[in-house]
């Protein structure tokens, strides 16, 4: 899909959310809950209006970045080599704010559903959604684990990318797990750090090795 194509999904996301606002608002109380600490409890309140603006301007700042990066991108990290799946990713990371802010709206309305996804499960299914796709990242500024090793050189790009995009899956399994047992966050944060910082680590140590091999 062009990034320009892809407008027309973020406007859908935008509308969809602005009619369940709409359609809840009668339900839901003077202050909603909007964030959760790593033990579930609700740490954060909002009032409805900022619990459903906030979400559809970063959906529209993300729209608009699908579209203004690929332009933007300087000469040797350009993106529209792989251009359709950096607006995949960017459209799954539009629809995890849309089902998160859902989430948000439907638990302070009472509906069961919303617990669901405010226990983390559209993150988990996110992360999975990412790292099926990591692996065909080509070298960027913009998007995929960007260290100063995988930077400069296009070996340690690849390899980092494929092991980070299977971490990312087991990351989401995980997450995903957790959330439907009704287990600890905790354990969903430490499986995200480790996604996040081992490839980091790794990229630095295949460098020193490709380095050597030359």
């Given amino acids: 899909m062009k990034p320009v194509r892809s407008l027309f999904l973020s406007a859908l996301f935008l509308l969809t959310l602005l009619g369940a606002f709409l359609w809840l608002s009668p339900q839901l109380p003077a202050h909603v809950a909007v964030h959760w600490n790593a033990q579930g409890q609700i740490n954060g309140y909002a009032t409805p209006i900022r619990a459903v603006v906030t979400p ?17 991108s300087p000469r040797g990290f350009e993106i529209t080599p792989f251009v359709s799946v950096f607006v995949v990713i960017m459209l799954a990371v539009q629809a995890f704010v849309l089902i998160t802010a859902l989430g948000i709206l439907l638990n302070a309305a009472g509906h069961p559903i919303g617990k669901l996804v ?37 070996e340690v790009w690849e390899r980092t990318h494929r092991l980070a995009g ?3 899956m087991l990351a989401g ?9 009704g287990a600890s966050m ?25 380095e050597r091999n030359h």
Avoid: C, E, H, Q
């Fill in 56 to 72: 559809m301007i970063i959906m529209a700042v993300l729209g608009l970045l699908t579209v203004a990066l690929p332009a933007i």
């Fill in 118 to 154: 405010t226990r983390m499960l559209p993150l988990g299914v996110l992360l999975m959604i990412i790292g099926n796709y990591m692996g065909k990242l080509r070298k960027n500024f913009f998007a995929g684990i960007r260290t100063p090793w995988t930077i400069v050189n296009d």
């Fill in 166 to 168: 299977w971490l990312f």
């Fill in 173 to 181: 399994l995980v997450v995903v797990a957790v959330s439907l047992m």
């Fill in 186 to 210: 905790l354990f969903s944060v430490g499986a995200m750090l480790a996604a996040a910082l081992i490839p980091a680590v790794y990229s630095y140590f295949v460098y020193r090795r490709v």
